[in-house]
Structure formats: structure tokens, C-alpha cells
């Protein structure tokens, strides 16, 4: 067994998000699981940006009381087969 060492409990649910990837225009995509420190987004014909680089995130459906999602800027942490892996920032 893997030795797990994350710091958030990760949910596994698929979300429509769409992510901007700088220089690049936005795409539609969807998790495979969210946590408090980040996501992880399927990239089926997206190509992957390079880890350390910087995207914005954000739900594509209207929150509880009808209102947009935010925005997040989260870090490309870790490329997998499927997807990468994306850890949540603060804005500068």
C-alpha cells in the first residue's frame, strides 16, 4: 500500500469546471475529486500545461443561491495519465 500523505480528505465527485490556462483560451473540463487543498481535472483532449504553472479555475453551474461561482487560481502539481493534479493558491 502507498504511503498517503495528504494533508485533505479528498471527495471523489465530477464537476463541470472551466480552467484558463494562460496564453491559452478557456476549456471545458470536469474533476474525478475535490478537496479543501485542490482538484484533480480529466483532460481528455486538453493538452497538458507544464507543472508550476499557474490556471484559473471555476465551477460552471450557478451556486445554491443562484449567484456565479468564484474564480481560483490553483498550481499544476502533478500530471497523471488522465489529468493533473491542481493545488489551490492565494491570489497575489
Known amino acids: 500500500m502507498a504511503n498517503e500523505q495528504r494533508r485533505h480528505l479528498r471527495i471523489g465527485v465530477e ?30 483532449s ?3 500545461p507544464e507543472i508550476d504553472t499557474i490556471v484559473s479555475v471555476k465551477l460552471k453551474h450557478l451556486l445554491g443561491d443562484g449567484e456565479e461561482a468564484p474564480t481560483n487560481l490553483a498550481r499544476v502539481v502533478r500530471h497523471e495519465p488522465e489529468g493533473i493534479g491542481l493545488e489551490f493558491i492565494a491570489e497575489e
Open 15 to 44: 464537476v463541470d469546471i472551466e480552467m484558463t490556462i494562460p496564453g491559452q483560451s478557456t476549456v471545458d473540463v470536469h474533476t474525478r475529486n475535490i478537496s479543501d487543498g485542490g482538484l484533480f481535472i480529466v483532460l481528455d
Open 46 to 48: 486538453t493538452p497538458m
